[in-house]
């Protein structure tokens, strides 16, 4: 990789646009490649809605925006209409993965989290995903542990093309997995909860990945 891993944004839980002068802080700076809206259970016509309201925080500041949502909706359809750049989706079903590639076309990203071992992540980059998400919070909250976290985001990239994301569950942790090759570090409750605000916590995350490469 010849330049830094690059910052993907993971957001909590989002019920309304009441979020979006927080997301364009944290993005306003141009480090942020990538932002995860993570939508809150709706019917299909308010989630895109709200995807529509949102989406301009991100985007006008040069971030793709990629939604995900545990509820019942389609997920392509709400990226599609809501002018998201991207889907993602949680768990390994190939099947699933093929039948959105073929509904997002090249046009949209696809990515994929929650991912339990090495088998299911190559069955799922040999399905069509656009990234693989390693290491982000469980369903319950609960962690894997950061070593295994940067063990597996660094065997991906060394050996597939397709990029990963690795979850940095604290800024003391985006070293650590900037050195395993990964083309994003991703961030969470580090940013929004940054003490001095969220374009605090994504300069700080910056400056360690743009410190890290330069050590490499």
């Known amino acids: 990789m010849s330049d830094s891993a690059r910052l993907y944004l ?15 802080e944290a993005c306003k700076g141009g480090a942020v490649a990538a932002v995860l809206l993570r939508l809150a259970g709706a019917d299909e016509r308010g989630l895109i809605n709200l995807v529509k309201a949102i989406a301009p925080s991100a985007q006008d500041h040069g971030a793709a ?20 750049d991207g889907a993602h ?3 390994a079903d190939p099947a699933r993965i093929r039948e959105l590639r073929e509904r997002l ?5 696809l990515g994929a989290g929650h991912i339990r071992t090495k088998d299911d992540a190559m069955n ?47 800024l003391e942790a985006v070293e650590t997995l900037g050195l395993t090759q990964a083309e994003f570090v991703a961030l969470g409750d580090a940013v929004w909860n940054h003490p001095d605000g969220p ?5 700080a995350a910056a400056e360690i990945l743009e410190r890290t490469e330069a050590s490499r």
Do not use: H, M
Request: proline residues 6%.
């Open 10 to 24: 993971i957001t909590p839980v989002v019920e309304d646009a009441s979020f979006a002068p927080k997301l364009a």
């Open 65 to 84: 925006l990629i939604v995900a949502t545990d509820s019942e909706a389609d997920i392509a359809n709400v990226a599609v209409r809501g002018g998201a």
């Open 89 to 91: 989706v949680s768990g």
């Open 105 to 109: 076309k090249a046009e949209r990203a």
């Open 124 to 170: 799922l980059g040999e399905a069509g995903v656009d990234y693989l998400l390693f290491g982000e919070p469980r369903r319950d909250g609960s962690l894997p542990s950061l070593e295994s976290v940067a063990e597996r985001a660094a065997w991906w990239a060394e050996i597939f093309e397709t990029p990963c994301v690795a979850y940095a569950p604290s």
């Open 199 to 203: 374009a605090a916590g994504v300069k």
